[in-house]
């Protein structure tokens, strides 16, 4: 997901930093380049590392295993934002890892924007759910964090019943935006051809979606 806005936001020529927070470390391998640098753990422990160059327009700080560190689990978590806070792009991404509550909230509490992605599983619902209700937890008491927020329906396959049905999941969530993304080829095969979507291939099925996503993640933005 964050592979794809960022490749469709930088092939409009906006400087865009995706931050990896996931140990696994996915993003930067996908993107093209070299997932075992410094990166995001580095600049939470207060060091400078040098964003990876993708192209002109799009560079990546990777994630690792560095950020499962007792350092970083103790790390007040204002700590992304403090350390990004005078960092020159248009756009910064946070690729926040599922079920890793710390990682997560130091995303969700430097953004002016959250997407909560999930897919038609039942857990996966659940979790996107405890998300949408600590959204609103700090939206409710002026907390730092997303004011705004849309749900994303990924790999969204309508053969599949429980697919066909994911929205009504979310009925609770009055005026957030939903979007699905559906099954696509092709973002599989940019992702293992460790190539941005968009240059790998720009018209596809999730490629118009991935436009919308972007477009409303712009909209209001300085």
């Not at 996915?26 to 939470?44: F, K, V």
């Not at 934002?81 to 248009?90: M, N, P, Q, V």
């Not at 993304?181 to 460790?194: E, G, K, W, Y």
């Not at 979507?197 to 436009?211: G, I, N, W």
Request: net charge negative.
């Amino acid at each position: 997901m964050t592979a794809g806005i960022a490749s469709y936001l930088s092939s409009l020529e906006k400087r865009v930093l995706a931050v990896d927070l996931d140990p696994q470390s996915n993003l930067a391998y996908m993107l093209g380049n070299d997932p075992t640098q410094p990166g995001t753990a580095e600049l939470l422990e207060g060091k400078e590392p040098d964003p990876l160059y993708i192209n002109d327009f799009l560079h990546v700080l990777p994630g690792g295993p560095e950020l499962l560190s007792a350092v970083i689990a103790r790390m007040d978590q204002n700590m992304l934002l403090h350390r990004l806070r005078d960092w020159d792009y248009d756009v910064i991404l946070f690729d926040s890892p599922p079920g890793n509550e710390h990682l997560e909230r130091l995303g969700v509490i430097a953004s002016q924007k959250a997407l909560v992605v999930t897919n038609a599983h039942p857990l996966a619902v659940l979790g996107a759910q405890r998300v949408l209700e600590e959204l609103a937890l700090r939206k409710q008491y002026g907390w730092l964090g997303p004011k705004v927020w849309g749900i994303v329906a990924n790999m969204i396959d309508p053969r599949r019943s429980l697919d066909q049905h994911v929205e009504t999941l979310f009925t609770n969530e009055q005026g957030v935006p939903f979007f699905q993304v559906p099954q696509d080829i092709n973002v599989a095969m940019a992702s293992a051809c460790r190539s941005p979507l968009f240059d790998y291939q720009p018209k596809t099925k999730a490629s118009s979606v991935f436009k919308q996503i972007a477009d409303w993640c712009m909209e209001g933005m300085a």
